[in-house]
């Protein structure tokens, strides 16, 4: 019998590339895994890893292992939620991924309306951003993965997981009340900006809106947390491109506008493949639905 476990860890191997990456992300230590796909080795009966440098490379063998587990474990993720839903009671610890906004505009609702509904179900609530977040999702560490797309942004799918769209968030000119320029980002060429790190989609993004708009911004603040853009535009010292969960409309002395063609960003949850029907997720994703978080437009059901 074959540990699915150990399999896991062969394919994030062939995903990763070395033992160090696994146990780094998987938060195991390297001799560990070696143990663990030693162990693999002696099950299959057959050489799984070769020398390759100071690294190690899987053989033909292992590749072929890595792609019935692929197979193995989507269906191991259907007979969980098969084995799930004869139950009565939607029941059991649900891991969430979430980005900040997410966490502080979306997942509250949702936990309100879960401990009404489904008093046994435990959440656990983790704020990461989605490219952390998706690795730890296909390895087994969460089991769903709230994550957001900007517009002309696309991210790549693994093959391993399984996307449902959840809704879409606008994305605003967000300037300090004081400021006279107010209604246009073509105005604002001379200002400061506060954005997110060079690399990230959102940073990408409000660069590009940028620069349709005639203009290389002034960033001279970055940071990954929303609040810190708001706090910085409520005190006059910077622009901001921001989306609708971030609460702009809740704080005092800015002003938020609207943006040619009213670009939104996509909100979607992401689980692995085969899991979309296990009790757990469905609860989690009804109650994001159900809820009318602020400023967010629900997306239809394509489940």
Same mark, same amino acid.
């Given at each position: ?15 990763? !590339?070395?033992? %160090? ?18 162990? =693999? ?10 020398? $390759?440098? #100071? ?6 063998? &292992? ?7 692929? @197979? /193995? ?24 991924? &979430? ?14 309306? /879960? ?5 046994? @179900? ?29 517009? !002309?942004? *696309? ?11 959840? /809704?879409?968030?606008?994305?605003? @000119? ?17 200002? *400061? ?7 990230? %989609?959102?940073?990408?993004?409000? %660069?590009? &809106?940028?620069?349709? &708009?005639?203009?290389? *911004? ?7 947390? /929303?609040?810190? +853009? ?8 910077? $622009?901001? =491109?921001?989306?609708? =969960? ?12 609207? =943006? +040619?063609? #009213? ?26 639905? $159900? ?11 394509? %489940?």
């Amino acid at each position: 019998m074959l540990d699915l476990r150990r399999l896991r860890l062969l394919r994030e191997l062939a995903r990763r !590339g070395t033992i %160090t990456a696994v146990a780094e992300a998987l938060s195991y230590s390297p001799s560990a895994v070696s143990q663990q796909l030693a162990a =693999l080795e002696k099950e299959t009966g057959v050489r799984l890893l070769e020398p $390759a440098g #100071r690294r190690v490379r899987l053989t033909a063998q &292992a590749d072929l292992l890595v792609a019935h587990t692929e @197979l /193995l474990l989507e269906e191991m993720e259907r007979t969980q939620a098969a084995l799930a839903q004869s139950l009565n009671e939607t029941v059991g610890t649900l891991r969430v991924a &979430a980005f900040q906004t997410a966490v502080l505009r979306l997942v509250p609702y949702a936990l309100t309306q /879960l401990a009404q509904q489904h008093p046994r @179900l435990r959440v656990e609530v983790t704020e990461l951003e989605p490219e952390v977040a998706h690795p730890a999702l296909v390895a087994g560490e969460f089991d769903i993965v709230l994550g957001e797309e900007y517009p !002309g942004h *696309p991210l790549p799918r693994a093959r391993e997981t399984e996307r449902r769209d959840l /809704l879409t968030d606008e994305l605003r @000119l967000i300037t300090p009340a004081v400021w006279s320029e107010r209604s246009s980002l073509s105005e604002l060429a001379s200002r *400061p900006f506060v954005m997110e790190p060079v690399g990230s %989609t959102a940073r990408e993004w409000a %660069t590009a &809106a940028c620069r349709q &708009a005639g203009f290389e *911004p002034d960033v001279r603040y970055t940071s990954t947390d /929303l609040q810190i +853009h708001l706090r910085l535009v409520e005190n006059g010292l910077a $622009a901001a =491109l921001l989306p609708d =969960l971030s609460g702009a409309g809740d704080r005092h002395n800015v002003v938020s506008h609207p =943006l +040619h063609d #009213r670009p939104r960003r996509q909100i979607f949850t992401t689980v692995r493949r085969g899991a979309t029907r296990h009790p757990k997720v469905q609860a989690f994703t009804s109650a994001l639905k $159900a809820q009318q978080a602020p400023a967010a437009r629900p997306e239809p059901d394509r %489940t």
